[in-house]
Nanobody, 115 residues
Framework: VQLQASGGGLVQPGGSLRLSCAAS????????MGWYRQAPGKQRELVAR???????NYADFVKGRFTISRDNAKNMVYLQMNNLKPEDSALYYC??????????WGHGTLVTVSS
């Protein structure tokens, strides 16, 4: 099982980044996928999730700025992040969401929003 996140980097406030996550080793198309983030000294928190039917949910702090999407043909999940703020700086993790048995996690990709 692999969840490989990429696309992080340094961006100025108001800028945009697109995170990508390549998944393998499980049935991606039937899986609920999500993006989480963890800032230094804080708990990991859910940013956005997308169901196998394409249904999307967002944390209040990213609504209207971030968009989660998936491509089942490519086993990819994306997070388009617009109007980034310094408080969005964190390690961003891709996850297969499994409420009963515990999420599967990939390695994080670092997002730094700073002027």
């Amino acid at each position: 099982v692999q969840l490989q996140a990429s696309g992080g980097g340094l961006v100025q406030p108001g800028g945009s980044l697109r995170l990508s996550c390549a998944a393998s080793g499980f049935t991606f198309s039937s899986s609920v996928m999500g993006w989480y983030r963890q800032a230094p000294g804080k708990q990991r928190e859910l940013v956005a999730r997308i169901g196998n039917d394409g249904d999307r949910n967002y944390a209040d702090f990213v609504k209207g700025r971030f968009t989660i999407s998936r491509d089942n043909a490519k086993n990819m999940v994306y997070l388009q992040m617009n109007n980034l703020k310094p408080e969005d700086s964190a390690l961003y993790y891709c996850a297969r969401i499994l409420p009963l048995s515990g999420n599967w996690w990939g390695h994080g990709t670092l997002v730094t929003v700073s002027s």
